[in-house]
């Protein structure tokens, strides 16, 4: 029974998943992904990376979308927000070779901290993994940090071994 299954027996130890400080800059993050996640192949869903205080608690997470979206603000324009070419009957266009300048390597040298998204929302431990589930979906998170005792922070636990968990319930016979 899902019930009797927590937390615990499926996060992922804080160690073990990709993570960095906050006065980290982008570009180093940058390359903690591409050492830690694209280079060894190794898959975490989400491809995200963890970010901490000096005292090594959590602050957030960075996923590659939050990276692209700060080295390049008007590559997530909505289409109301993009330029519109006078010469062309009212299409609206992003003109793709401008974006990813030299612009966004001096956008870079900016800190991971500037646009991580915080962490809010937690699971402990002895938690059952459906408290997890309902967290996750009612949040659209797709890792949830694993507190002890309100508190430390001991690991995480990811939608995949949510997932798989709940699933296996369902196709059991």
């Known amino acids: 029974m899902t019930e009797s299954k927590v937390v615990k027996n499926l996060m992922i130890d804080v160690f073990e ?4 400080p906050f ?10 992904i591409k050492k830690s996640i694209i ?5 975490f869903h989400p491809l995200a990376i963890l970010i901490f205080d000096e005292k090594y608690n959590l602050l957030g997470t960075v ?11 008007r590559f997530m324009r909505k289409p109301t927000e993009v330029v519109q070419v006078p010469d062309e009957e009212s299409s609206l266009y992003v003109i793709w070779d401008t974006l990813f300048t030299e ?24 938690d059952p993994i459906t408290k997890a589930a309902y967290i996750m979906i009612s949040h659209d998170l797709g890792l ?23 699933s296996n319930v369902i196709l059991k016979e």
């Open 63 to 73: 996923t590659m979308k939050d990276i692209m979206k700060g080295l390049e603000p």
């Open 144 to 166: 949830l940090p694993v507190l002890a005792d309100k508190k430390k922070f001991v690991g995480i636990v990811r939608m995949i071994e949510i997932f798989d968990e709940l």
């Open 39 to 43: 280079e060894t192949e190794k898959c």
């Open 103 to 126: 612009e966004s390597k001096l956008l870079a040298e900016k800190q991971i901290g500037d646009i991580m998204i915080p962490a809010k929302f937690f699971v402990e431990p002895d």
């Open 23 to 32: 006065w980290f800059t982008i570009k180093q993050a940058i390359m903690v």
């Open 17 to 20: 998943y990709p993570h960095i």
